[in-house]
């Protein structure tokens, strides 16, 4: 009987212990084990069951004092199934194409780009479109993508490492660019991989960065039944709180807007019925054309000192 091993643990921003829980979903996961809880990690189940948030008394970040550690994780992540009901290619490449062109309206230097988790290199493409660029640092630890993120690099210098928390192999204040795309709500660390990043940032280099907003007004109307309250989150960030990681990780300059994304139709139908515990059939008489909208989610653009 193996429960989820981290309890009691601290904040991962400040550190500090005191807090109260705010977050607290039906189901008692933080005493049912690894394998009860497999489940519900692959969202297959109709009842949810996620850990308990708290709310941190000194720095205010939402994060899970119970979890599964490193070990455990790595044993979830490689038993998922593949996610059927994925977004189109169309609607992800215009999401993060629309990423990329708010970190160059911020302004980019030449130098490299370095980006954790960037799956089959949509943001890859964008980079490579816009030039600029010495080489590429892609960290992807799933290594059935390494094939479409070298296709994406195309005659570009590049470098496909499977360890995201080893920023080693990138050379100290080269990168111009780093980018983390729903990577940062899922990190038992998010500090020690901000500060790790900054080391390899140039003078003025940016940091974009993409998380949901537990303080938006979607997770405000949802409550508890937002989508983002899940087993993969161990922590979930504000405007306010994800400011002062970026501030204790170095960046002196940090800016949080809504991100806009893309979404088909038929998915967001599927998507509200879902968070209000409604079945619908696999196939909506609605159309699959996308539309642009700002839900729940926020872009962060932190830089390094000039």
Known sequence: MTLPALRDRSCPCCGAQAGRAEIICSGDA???????????????????????????????????????????????????????????FSAIAATQRGYFDAAARAGLSSGDYLEIGP???????????????????????????HGPLRQATGERPVSILTDMTDLSPVPARSVS?????????HLLDPLAMLRGIHAKLKPGGKLLIVTHDEASLLR?????????????????????????????AGFPAVEVSASTNHFPIDFLARQAAQAAGVSLPRRLPLPQSAIALRLGNMLTIAQAAA
């Open 30 to 88: 933080e005493n049912m084990t690894v394998d009860q809880l497999r489940s519900y990690w692959h969202g297959l189940e109709k009842t949810k069951h996620f850990f308990t948030y708290r709310r941190c008394a000194d720095c205010a970040l939402l994060y899970n004092p119970v979890f599964f550690d490193d070990a455990q994780l790595a044993d979830l992540y490689s038993d998922m199934p593949p996610n059927m009901d994925m977004l189109p």
């Open 119 to 145: 799956d089959v290199g949509h943001l890859v493409t964008a980079a490579v479109d816009h030039g600029g660029f010495d080489r590429f640092w892609l960290f992807e630890p799933n290594q059935a993508v």
């Open 177 to 185: 660019l780093a980018v983390m795309i729903h990577v940062l709500d």
């Open 220 to 248: 405000r109307v949802l409550g508890r039944r937002w989508p983002p309250f899940c087993l993969q989150h161990p922590l979930l960030y504000s405007s306010r709180t994800i400011r002062a990681l970026a501030g204790r």
